[in-house]
């Protein structure tokens, strides 16, 4: 029982502590482009480093 009295304090500061980091990354815009990670991947702008069969001089 005795534990309780530890854990209880310790589960509400890591709740308000969630809160804060999640209500930090709304005002900051994290969640503004979500579908911008999501299209980017289908886009095509690899650009090779070297063309295969050539050894750099």
Do not use: H, T
């Not at 509400?12 to 999501?38: K, P």
């Amino acid at each position: 029982m005795r534990d309780f009295y530890y854990l209880i304090p310790i589960a509400l500061v890591l709740g308000v502590a969630g809160l804060l980091v999640f209500l930090w990354s709304l005002r900051n815009g994290q969640y503004e482009d979500l579908d911008g990670a999501a299209e980017r991947i289908l886009l095509d702008d690899d650009v090779p480093l070297k063309e295969p069969g050539k050894l750099k001089d």
